[in-house]
């Protein structure tokens, strides 16, 4: 377990210059891997015991560190933002991570992992659509993962503090998921968010569990709460209402109201009634 006391910690207000400050349950850290050793040690360990214990892959997937091996995971190298959540030092189990790949100047969106594995497999509308997204607007989400004590409000806690380092910049999440996880934001943010954009896809590498199909998708960060608020105005079903509800204002704390559409603050009013 790193020691957070030791560590170059990032205050949750300062993630971008729009956010106040939020509830949150852990220690969020974001970084980069030069100079940053312990804590990239710290995710990549996270990431392993977090896709070991999912049934992603064999133990021959996981190196001597406790990392699972580059061959497979390609989320690595000075283009990635590596973020941490850290719930305390006493609880060593109850950790998080999740990585963001940035496109280096001068490249295109080929040279994602994400676009590497699943490229063949895109509908012509998906390629479309990366086509027409500037380089510099477009990121890939990989390496979602948690240690054992960690639970679904930490993951979205993570997931909060990422959306919140891309809002209001007219950015694009592309990544690849496996159907249970992309059943799983569906239930959270709504259906309309995440655009399928490909058929699915399976890693050729025995390490890997063959039950692992990944299902390419996009999700336009700006659009988040407009398009939930679209989900929510139609539900028919109180318990799945409610959790959009739950989730669209657990997004918006920490966002200030000058950075959110007229539609959106006068929505959240309504909600709070």
């Known amino acids: ?40 040690d710290e995710a990549l360990k996270i990431h392993a015991e977090g896709y070991r214990a999912l049934g992603f892959i064999n133990e021959d997937a996981i190196d001597k560190n406790g990392h699972v091996v580059s061959a497979i995971d390609h989320a690595r190298g000075p283009s990635v933002d590596y973020y941490l959540a850290i719930k305390s030092e006493n609880e060593p189990d109850n950790s998080l991570t999740v990585r963001m790949i940035n ?45 054992s004590e960690a639970t679904e409000a ?21 990544f690849s998921v496996v159907d249970r996880t992309l059943r799983w934001l569906e239930i959270q943010f709504g259906s309309t968010n995440f655009m399928k954009i490909g058929s699915e896809t399976t890693i050729e590498d025995p390490r890997v569990k063959k039950k692992v199909i990944l299902i390419p998708a996009l999700f336009k960060i700006d659009d988040l709460f407009k398009n939930m608020m679209k989900n929510i105005a139609v539900s028919k079903n109180g318990q799945e209402r409610d959790k959009l509800v739950t989730t669209f204002l657990y997004f918006l704390e920490g966002i200030p109201e000058a950075n959110l559409s007229e539609e959106v603050v006068d929505f959240k009013i309504g909600l709070k009634a």
């Open 154 to 174: 930490g993951l979205l806690e993570l997931l909060r503090d990422v959306y919140q380092d891309s809002y209001g910049k007219n950015e694009y999440w592309f």
């Open 103 to 147: 496109i280096p100047n001068g490249e295109d969106f080929t040279i994602l992992p994400a676009y590497k594995l699943c490229g063949e497999n895109l509908n012509p509308d998906g390629l479309g659509l990366l086509l027409n997204i500037p380089a510099n607007k477009l990121k890939e989400l990989a390496a979602l993962s948690r240690t």
């Open 1 to 40: 377990m790193v020691d957070i006391k030791e560590q170059e910690l990032y205050p949750t207000q300062e993630v971008t210059e729009q956010l106040t400050p939020r509830k949150d349950e852990y220690v969020h850290i974001k970084f980069q891997e030069e100079g940053n050793e312990v804590l990239v």
